[in-house]
């Protein structure tokens, strides 16, 4: 029986544990500062918006934990010291380990903006930051947000549900336009309008200015403008925390470094989740994947791995899911903002604006490569088996109707969509 | 927008507030007349006027007051009957001493002498309760039983009033007493109560058109109402002190009763009860808050349907279709209604009147019974018990309109599962038992069944089951327990439903791949406690006896992980595993 210790209590190192636990009797102890429980970092936005109490984000009861004897300590670990195989906590002495799991997720990036320190900036990660959100936004008017990413629209909803208007800095040309194709990033930034955000594209922030108090007053932007605001939200993206690694010995760049089985240079040591920085190539894929699913992938993988059979992380086909407001968006394979050169596309767009398809596919071998929909629920699984059988482009749409997820009753758009498909396809011979 | 839903709000609590001063807005004054048109048999009417002499004519300010001096009468009227009829210790001597061993029925003619209607009532009786003794050996204290069965049970129901008749008597005396505006202008204060009440209520409601469609949850965990607050506890207070009243005392509702009658004239001709004024007001409560429904969860058109089912059927078929069939003499029947919900279905008042109403009513008994064993199995296999509990029936349709608000607040811990279980499996049980032997009472004309009287039984289970659970704590519980306490400890249909459910259909709720981010709405939102996401978060199918398919899972998940859905049952279940990832095998 080994002793697994697991850093980080978050989707990564919990998965990692659960499996352990289906499949082993290793004993398990899992250290995290951030919270005494496991809870869905996801749903921090829904207990600020009073859609639900803190509580309802934990996906298991208080006392599955004893039951399946993982044991939890609630500490953070400040060294890690791989050649005594031993942890330093911060209040309750060392932890020794023979198999180390560090899944210790991310941190909000902060660049060196001018008063990027004063009373009211912060980002949105972990549990204090939404409790410092509900400290920083009492009484507040007016917010601006900086960067354009998933949280960052995610606070404007949290902020408007506060009855506190929003200013919206984003660097591109339209909302997560890095990520999204123009015609999706042009329809949600429609939508985000449309909920009144003051939403201003190519514009950067260049200094934050506060009052007598440290507080924040106003922000300066790029082109001079000064905005008055008592609330400044920084989503400009996050990066492993993995500080408290430094002299340990093991490798890290951006992130901790692993390998394909999820091994770290240091034996018996793993790395997984938002933490970790692969050194290997999947194709189509960045080196660190800083969502829900991959760290809940490599757990599972992990888990195998650690209990004895050795598995490769390789993620099936590319998925994910947002909503924005009251648009909701899933993908599946790889979509991404410019079309490469061999693919070719095709957009559907409902005269609704608020639904959208948009389907990649290979010019030459006409093989599907993937497809975004807004406003339209669509199933997993087939698309995943598509994917996998690399189907073509004409079989997709033709089979799509089989694709939806949508509720009973809700209107359907598979008829209008192969038409326009068809219509294009002629056009384009 | 603001304005608009403060205007509404204010006038409803004025509605509300006028509604509740009303309950006390009466004076009551009882005369002959009133007593002689209330009481059939002259012999008690006159009773009881000559008993109640000390309140007649007078009035009362309070209907406490009235109510206590009624029941007064009743109880001297029942008095001085057992002194008139009652066996006197001096003719049990009389009985003891000419059955010196053994006991004779024979004797008792001998005892009670004369022909006036004293002795004749008491050689009867003598001979009903006391037969078993004959052959006996004599014993005074068995006679003196005897003597006190027929004080307690012949002469209270054949010459005074026993508690069945002065329950429904003093309802009915009370609230032909009243003396009060609304009784003059019922009209009027229906609309300045009941009326402002709505108007009000649409008025706050409408306004919410203008936020664009989509989940409306904002802020429900920081309202006094939605979240066991003051409010919600002040409101959850006020439901349950109703549901007391209309079920336990009636007769201190009177006057909001007379709000109603023109109505109830209007649709069957008759006056209103009791039942006809809840029956009204629930309709309008799933009627106004069904609209509110809708405009919420306008986005969704599985919501918008289901909401208008619901208010269609409590509509028609509760609440208009039985009223016009007494218009057209034909008995009150709620075709919708399904047994064992419907626990009185077999009761024998209720078959006597399907039974004596020929075609029609045998109609209604084969349907009644068809539902049953044809249509529950039959519809549930296709579409799940949803097509009863979130479509049709009426306690569901109020769950779902008034009592959304509140769906919040059912309790997701597995201890509350096991509790769940086990409660309403036993109700389903108990409401079995209690129809076997109200069957069989019905049949054989022996109220006594192994070891139960069917009767009691049949009582018990009205008082407890019928109106303690389904209505005091049902719906008085909605803002503390959530909507559907009653769906998930209570009903015995939804056991039944539930079980053919779990077994035996094409419904589940599927769980889109590995799309689930754990962020707990669905399982916060779900009205029957069930932890949506535990099987959501492995890519399990969800299939459970107590869900009712209401749809709200699948519209508050932000990631469209959910699906309620009918297709072949093999694979109905699903393994837990999560796809999008290689080489992983299931270990259970
Ligand atoms: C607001 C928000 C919304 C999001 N929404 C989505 C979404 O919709 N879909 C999606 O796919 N992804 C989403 N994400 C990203 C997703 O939540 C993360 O990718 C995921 O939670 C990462 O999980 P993890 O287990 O790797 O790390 P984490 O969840 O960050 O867990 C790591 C834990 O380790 C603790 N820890 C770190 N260092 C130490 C230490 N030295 N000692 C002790 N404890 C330590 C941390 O405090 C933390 O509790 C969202 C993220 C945020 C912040
Ligand atoms: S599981 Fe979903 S559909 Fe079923 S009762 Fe709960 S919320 Fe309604
Ligand atoms: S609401 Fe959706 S994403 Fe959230 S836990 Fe439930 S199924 Fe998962």
């Known amino acids: ?429 | 927008m603001k304005l608009l839903k403060s205007f509404g709000l204010a006038l409803f609590i004025i509605g509300f507030g006028l509604f509740n001063f009303s309950f006390f807005w009466a004076s009551y004054q009882i005369t002959p007349d009133v007593i002689h048109t209330q009481i059939s048999d002259k012999k008690k009417s006159e009773l009881l006027i000559h008993e109640s002499s000390s309140m007649l004519n007078q009035q009362f300010n309070s209907n406490f007051k009235f109510v206590d001096e009624l029941h007064s009468a009743f109880d001297r009227v029942n008095q001085s009957q057992v002194n008139a009829f009652g066996i006197s210790a001096q003719e049990l001597d009389q009985l003891v001493a000419s059955n010196s061993e053994k006991f004779s029925i024979a004797s008792v003619d001998s005892v009670f002498k004369g022909s006036d209607e004293t002795a004749a009532f008491k050689q009867k009786a003598f001979r009903d309760y006391g037969s078993w003794l004959d052959g006996q050996p004599t014993q005074r204290a068995q006679l003196q039983q005897v003597a006190d069965n027929i004080r307690q049970y012949g002469i209270v129901s054949q010459f005074g009033f026993d508690r069945y008749s002065i329950k429904d008597l003093t309802y009915s005396l009370t609230k032909a007493s009243a003396i009060s505006p609304v009784k003059n202008n019922p009209l009027l204060y229906l609309l300045l109560t009941i009326g402002l009440c709505v108007v009000g209520a649409l008025i706050y409601i409408f306004p919410k058109l203008q936020l664009a469609p989509g989940i409306k949850n904002n802020g429900i965990f920081f309202n006094a109402m939605k979240n066991v607050k003051w409010l919600g506890i002040l409101t959850g207070s006020w439901l349950i002190a109703f549901y007391v009243v209309l079920y336990f005392y009636p007769e201190y509702m009177t006057n909001w009763v007379l709000l109603v009658d023109p109505v109830s004239k209007m649709l069957s001709g008759n006056e209103a009860g009791r039942f006809f004024l809840y029956g009204f007001i629930y309709t309008l409560c799933i009627l106004v808050m069904g609209v509110r429904m809708i405009i919420n969860y306008r986005h969704s058109k599985y919501q918008i349907l289901r909401t208008c089912s619901v208010m269609f059927f409590q509509t028609a078929f509760a609440f208009l279709i039985p009223e016009i069939m007494i218009r057209l003499n034909q008995p009150y029947f709620d075709f919708k209604n399904i047994w064992p919900l419907d626990y009185s279905f077999f009761f024998n008042n209720r078959l006597d009147t399907l039974l004596a109403n020929g075609g029609l009513g045998i109609f209604m008994l084969v349907w009644g019974i068809a539902l049953i064993i044809i249509g529950v199995p039959v519809f549930v296999y296709f579409f799940g018990k949803r097509w009863y509990c979130s479509w049709v029936c009426g306690c569901g349709g109020l769950a779902e309109t008034l009592g959304d608000p509140y769906r919040q607040l059912s309790d997701k811990s597995v201890k509350a599962w096991k509790a769940e279980r086990w409660i309403i499996h036993s109700v389903l049980v108990f409401a079995v038992v209690m129809t076997v032997g109200v069957l069989y009472t019905y049949f054989t004309n022996n109220s006594w069944v192994l070891f139960f009287d069917s009767y009691k039984l049949r009582e018990i289970y009205g008082a407890f089951i019928g109106a303690g659970f389904a209505g005091v704590v049902g719906t008085g519980f909605y803002p503390l327990m959530g909507n559907r306490t009653w769906c998930r400890f209570g009903c015995p249909l939804a056991a039944y439903l539930g079980i053919i459910q779990r077994f035996k259909s094409r419904f589940r709720i599927t769980t889109n791949g590995g799309q689930c981010i754990s962020c707990g709405n669905c399982s916060t939102y779900c009205e029957m406690g069930i932890d949506v996401r535990w099987y959501a978060q492995r890519g399990q199918n969800i299939v459970r006896s107590s869900c009712v398919g209401c749809g709200v899972c699948s519209s508050v998940c932000p990631r469209g992980v959910l699906n309620l859905e009918v297709k072949e049952e093999d694979g109905r279940f699903g393994k837990p595993i999560l796809i999008g990832n290689n080489h992983i095998e299931l270990v259970e």
Not at chain 1, 172 to 187: D, G, H, K, R
Not at chain 1, 224 to 238: K, N, P, S
Not at chain 1, 369 to 393: C, P, Q, Y
């Open chain 1, 1 to 429: 029986m080994k002793h697994i210790v697991i850093i980080g209590n978050g989707i990564s190192g919990i998965t990692a544990a659960r499996h352990i636990r289906k499949r082993s009797n290793h004993k398990i102890t899992i250290i995290s500062g951030e919270s005494e429980y496991f809870f869905s970092r996801t749903a921090l936005m829904y207990v600020y918006m009073g859609h639900l109490k803190f509580d309802h984000t934990k996906p298991y009861e208080n006392n599955f934990w004893k039951k399946n004897k993982i044991e939890l300590v609630f500490d953070w670990v400040d060294k890690v010291e791989s050649t005594t195989k031993s942890l330093t906590l911060r209040m309750k002495g060392t932890i020794q380990y023979d198999t180390l799991i560090i899944a210790s997720g991310a941190k909000p990036n902060r660049f060196g903006w001018p008063g990027k320190d004063l009373k009211g900036v912060q980002g949105l990660y972990h549990k204090q930051d939404l409790e410092l959100m509900e400290q920083n936004t009492k009484g507040v008017q007016h917010a601006v947000l900086v960067g354009g990413g998933l949280i960052g629209v995610e606070m404007a909803e949290m902020l408007l549900s506060r009855n506190i208007s929003v200013t919206f800095l984003v660097r591109e040309n339209a909302f997560w336009s890095n990520v999204l194709p123009l015609q999706e990033a042009n329809l949600i930034s429609r939508h985000i309008r449309s909920h009144h955000v003051d939403l201003r594209f190519e514009n950067e922030l260049k200094e934050i200015k506060g009052d007598s108090n440290g507080r924040v007053q106003s922000i300066v932007t790029k082109s001079g403008e000064e905005i008055a605001c008592q609330f400044v939200g920084v989503t400009v993206g996050v990066s492993p925390n993995i500080s408290f690694l430094k002299d340990s010995g093991i490798a890290t760049a951006r992130g901790v470094l692993v390998n394909e089985f999820l091994e770290t240079n240091v034996p018996d040591v793993y790395a997984l989740g938002d933490c970790a920085e692969r050194t290997y190539e999947l194709p189509g894929r960045r080196s660190i994947e800083q969502v829900w699913y991959t760290g809940r992938m490599m757990g599972e993988i992990v888990a195998q791995t650690i209990c004895g059979t050795k598995t490769k992380y390789e993620p099936g086909p590319w998925f994910n899911s947002a909503k924005f407001f009251d648009i909701e968006y899933q993908t599946y394979g790889q979509v991404g903002n410019e079309l490469k050169a061999h693919e070719s596309e095709f957009y559907w767009e409902h005269s609704s604006g608020t639904k959208c398809v948009h389907v990649i596919w290979n010019t030459m071998t006409r093989e599907f490569i993937g497809i975004n929909t807004f406003g339209i629920r669509m199933r997993h699984e087939k698309f995943d088996t598509w994917l996998r059988a690399k189907k073509s482009v004409d079989f997709v749409i033709e089979h799509l109707a089989e694709a939806n997820f949508d509720p009973e009753f809700f209107t359907r758009y598979e008829k209008e969509i192969m038409l326009q498909f068809n219509e294009k396809a002629v056009l384009a011979h």
